[in-house]
């Protein structure tokens, strides 16, 4: 599987635990709020059509959104018990989807 790939995979699979976690687990494991589901996806459906191509531009623009992912999820996973494994769910993918970017810019620029 390439670093391409592995991105995409990750960033898609960051964008479907957004609505499975707040819009559908229940509390205290989510909290089953269809507003905050749609808020927390959106603007993970920016960069969406270019992450899916591989545009580079859009890629990187996704890793910026992805830390800020990152950044929720560490907080949650820290402050927040009953949510703690849907948070650190969004930080794995989080850092997979970093990791996958470096390699991928890496491997376009060797």
Do not use: D
Not at 15 to 35: E, F, K, R, Y
Not at 47 to 69: C, D, E, H, I
């Amino acid at each position: 599987m390439s670093a391409r790939q592995i991105a995409v995979s990750s960033y898609l699979a960051l964008l479907l635990l957004q609505p499975v976690w707040h819009g559908v687990l229940p509390a205290p494991l989510g909290s089953a709020n269809a507003l905050l589901a749609v808020l927390a996806t959106l603007p993970l459906l920016l960069p969406l059509k270019g992450v899916v191509q591989g545009r580079p531009r859009s890629m990187t623009l996704a890793g910026y959104l992805v830390v800020l992912y990152f950044i929720i999820g560490i907080m949650e996973a820290w402050s927040n018990a009953p949510q703690r494994l849907a948070a650190l769910c969004q930080v794995l993918l989080s850092v997979v989807y970093i990791g996958s970017l470096v390699l991928f810019v890496r491997q376009r620029r060797g």
